[in-house]
């Protein structure tokens, strides 16, 4: 995604990419470390939202460089509400159990990651006004098919990102429950692929609309290369 980004965004969005991924990436490792201890991630996350609100000085490198990026006069106030966005999905991570989650909460988890990163990624590529319902499609799209590939690593991690209501408050073990849900969610997903794609061709400006692009086909291409629904460890 670092090269599509290069190509697709003036040096300066460039930039500012790399400042908001590079802080994600950073704060996302804190909250996924095994083994963590909950109420410091949950200090940690809180924190966070602070340095995000400039209500305290940043100190770590990667909350300097986020605090630069949403410094900036003309692309920080349009960057504030996807990072703010993102900043959520840490903290629903830091506050969760480790067993199925309800569907509505899965889906809001899928909507705040991914309509984050399709936000950041259109400002910093010179999207015009906010972005299309086709590129937060195939964001939510990419998303979801993330935690599909991911769904093993997640669980050794804490999370399981699988609907409560079909599956109960314990995570499943593999078999045909689990396989039936996982080529429905599959089939779901790609149906918002499609959808997504078929829209995108009204993106302005070309750059904007050859990054989304890219995003949904690569995240589709993984969807479908996957052995079979069943996501494992990438």
């Not at 490198?61 to 990072?83: D, F, I, N, T």
């Not at 039936?180 to 904007?208: H, K, S």
Request: proline share 8%.
């Amino acid at each position: 995604m670092a090269v599509a980004l290069a190509l697709c965004c003036p040096p300066q969005g460039f930039r500012l990419a790399c400042a908001v991924y590079g802080y994600f990436r950073w704060a996302d490792d804190i909250v996924d470390t095994p083994a963590r201890d909950g109420l410091a991630v949950q200090r940690f996350v809180r924190r966070q939202d602070e340095i995000i609100r400039g209500a305290i000085a940043p100190e770590h490198p990667a909350e300097r460089a986020l605090r630069w990026a949403l410094a900036r006069p003309s692309e920080g106030p349009r960057l504030q509400p996807a990072v703010e966005r993102m900043a959520q999905a840490l903290t629903y991570d830091a506050q969760r159990g480790a067993g199925p989650i309800p569907a509505a909460e899965l889906q809001a988890q899928v909507e705040r990651i991914g309509d984050a990163f399709v936000g950041a990624i259109w400002v910093c590529s010179g999207g015009e006004d906010q972005p299309s319902e086709p590129a937060l499609l195939l964001a939510r799209a990419a998303t979801a098919t993330h935690m599909l590939r991911d769904r093993i690593e997640d669980q050794a991690l804490g999370y399981c990102n699988l609907p409560q209501e079909r599956f109960g408050a314990v995570t499943p073990a593999p078999g045909p429950a689990l396989d039936a849900w996982l080529t429905q969610r599959a089939v779901e997903v790609d149906g918002w692929f499609a959808e997504g794609l078929a829209g995108a061709e009204a993106i302005q400006p070309a750059r904007t609309r050859k990054l989304v692009r890219l995003l949904g086909q690569r995240y589709r291409k993984a969807l479908v290369g996957l052995e079979s629904p069943r996501a494992h460890p990438s």
